[in-house]
Nanobody, 118 residues
Framework: VQLQAFGGGLVQAGGSLRLSCAAS????????MGWYRQAPGKQRELVAT???????NYADSVKGRFTISRGDAKNTVYLQMNSLKPEDTAVYYC?????????????WGAGTQVTVSS
């Protein structure tokens, strides 16, 4: 599975950005798609995930501000980020988790920078 993410950039606090990630290759086994982020000097952390059944999970820090969704083709995931804060500044990574023949595997995109200025 290959992942390509779009939509990062620079925005002022209170603004919005929308990230997109498209998966290609062997996408039939995708169970979950999501976004993680890593700020300088910090560990990578979960932002939001969505399963093939539509169940979502969010980090407490983004609840009520971020919304994750999947495209109609189910191989695209979006992250709508509203009311952005400087602490949201990080490299955001798209993630796909596949489940095929009783074996799970994680795939990661290259990352896209999101910078929120105060």
């Amino acid at each position: 599975v290959q992942l390509q993410a779009f939509g990062g950039g620079l925005v002022q606090a209170g603004g919005s950005l929308r990230l997109s990630c498209a998966a290609s290759g062997s996408t039939s086994g995708i169970y979950r798609m999501g976004w993680y982020r890593q700020a300088p000097g910090k560990q990578r952390e979960l932002v939001a995930t969505i399963t093939s059944g539509g169940r979502t999970n969010y980090a407490d820090s983004v609840k009520g501000r971020f919304t994750i969704s999947r495209g109609d083709a189910k191989n695209t995931v979006y992250l709508q980020m509203n009311s952005l804060k400087p602490e949201d500044t990080a490299v955001y990574y798209c993630n796909v988790y596949t489940w095929v023949l009783q074996d799970g595997m994680d795939y990661w995109g290259a990352g896209t920078q999101v910078t929120v200025s105060s």
